[in-house]
């Protein structure tokens, strides 16, 4: 078969099988029938830690609002981090949390830690958080654990000033409620099953914040992906969930998460404050050395800088020292900066030879 007959039939071949095989659009509006409880269980591909930076967001333009994000070394000022692990246990998973933050211009810091166990269909077992920050002075720490125990939700809510404390304590039947009932390390997890499993749609659950509140909780995987870069570095094809909490109806807390294909964290912010949590950390500045103008010529060789730097000798002190130990050099160098001034000659290298050379036939 000549080559122009070759390439002739291949691409008969494929106009006929582009009217078979389904699209790429087709393959994401197809209707699955398999609800989000009913999705296969894939433990492994959950279990792994990440690391987050907290960053405030600089006063000024900021492309957070745009459909691309970009952000930009001069736009975040970090301030914190945030570490959160997934763990496989014998009958579901547990999930860690912390971080930590500065806050404003004084040296005290914020943060919060979290701990919690989830089954294999992600209901809770128990979770412990624990959050603390300083406020004129004071040390204000609240703590909540949630356990449920034969259908019933025991709540302990503790909240500390110092070294006064005041406790309450709830029960609440979750027995056959719908939807789901999750504290934050399970909403953490579902993100990343929903994601990891290609959910497209919305998933319902109700939650408890610190302060007791029973929250009506949504969660939005947009089909939509959008494109992100942080610093140097693109990120293709996110994923976008939004997360809403809702308390009569009304909404008590809004945010938004990018998610890579893979489960990991790419960018998550709140709209209402003015900081982020990313991925990608921003590159170190560069450090600027002092160095003599000699060292300024060496540089662009490494071992002629490396020989210099280890045989140089040309400090203030070690001059002191030579000269203190030997006394005759002062009044020859007292010679030649006096003859120099006196002078004052057009071209010094040229005068420095001639008296140096005068010198040693006079001595």
Known sequence: MRPEDEISVDSILSALLSKIEPTEEQYRECQWDVTAKEMHNEKQSLLFEEKLYISQIQTGPCKLNEENKIFLESELNEIGHMKLSIEES???????????????????VCGHCLRGKYNDK????????SEFDYLDKGRIEKNMEARIYENILLVIRETKINADSQKFKAEINVKDREPVFIMDGGIQLLMRYLVINNFIGKF??????LYGKVLHGIIIVEKERKKVRIFYRNFNSVIVVKNYKYFNEVAEEKSETYFASNGKIVLHFWPRYNYLLHA?????????????????????DNLLLMHYQKKKKLTLENA????????????????????????????????????????????
């Open 280 to 300: 990608i950390r921003s590159p170190p500045k560069p450090v600027e050395r002092i160095l003599p103008k000699l060292e300024l010529m060496w540089k662009a």
């Open 320 to 363: 002191q020292c030579y000269l203190h130990n030997h006394p005759e050099i002062v009044d020859l160098f007292y010679d030649y900066i006096h003859s120099l001034l006196q002078k004052k000659p057009e071209v010094v290298f040229s005068f420095t030879i001639k008296f140096f050379q005068n010198m040693k036939n006079t001595y």
């Open 204 to 209: 319902e659950y109700y939650t408890l914040n």
């Open 122 to 129: 992600f209901l809770l077992i128990v979770e412990k958080r």
């Open 90 to 108: 014998y009958d579901g998973y547990v999930v860690f949390s912390r971080s930590q933050m500065a806050k404003g211009r004084s040296r005290s």
